[in-house]
Nanobody, 124 residues
Framework: QVQLVESGGGLVQAGGSLRLSCAASGGTVRNYAMGWFRQAPGKEREFVAG????????NYAYSVKGRFTISRDNAKNTVYLQMERLKPEDTAVYYCAVDLSGSQRSDPGGYGYWGQGTQVTVSS
């Protein structure tokens, strides 16, 4: 069974950067599209970014486009989320998941093997 572990979160000032990692174990994710989601207190989980199995196709939520970059290293079984020019509204727990539908849609219902999440807090 695939297990995903997110890391790299923390406290950063507005305008700063963070790089999140999502490491897979117990199986390979190199044949699957992957996604990053986030959930702020009192809000629903929302799509942030998705990447195809090869890394050749990516898509982003409008709110992060141009500031966040999703990438993957299939040799390391790891997916990354580089976050630049962070804003206080980016504060949330960030999760990665396997895109079981393969369609890179934004609906979290099409994803599985969710990690435990990593907290990102952006201070103003």
């Amino acid at each position: 069974q695939v297990q995903l572990v997110e890391s790299g979160g923390g406290l950063v000032q507005a305008g700063g950067s963070l790089r999140l990692s999502c490491a897979a174990s117990g199986g390979t994710v190199r044949n699957y599209a992957m996604g990053w989601f986030r959930q702020a207190p009192g809000k629903e989980r929302e799509f942030v970014a998705g990447i195809s199995w090869s890394g050749g196709n990516t898509n982003y939520a409008y709110s992060v486009k141009g500031r966040f970059t999703i990438s993957r290293d299939n040799a390391k079984n790891t997916v990354y989320l580089q976050m630049e020019r962070l804003k206080p509204e980016d504060t949330a727990v960030y999760y990665c998941a396997v895109d079981l539908s393969g369609s890179q849609r934004s609906d979290p219902g099409g994803y599985g093997y969710w990690g435990q999440g990593t907290q990102v807090t952006v201070s103003s």
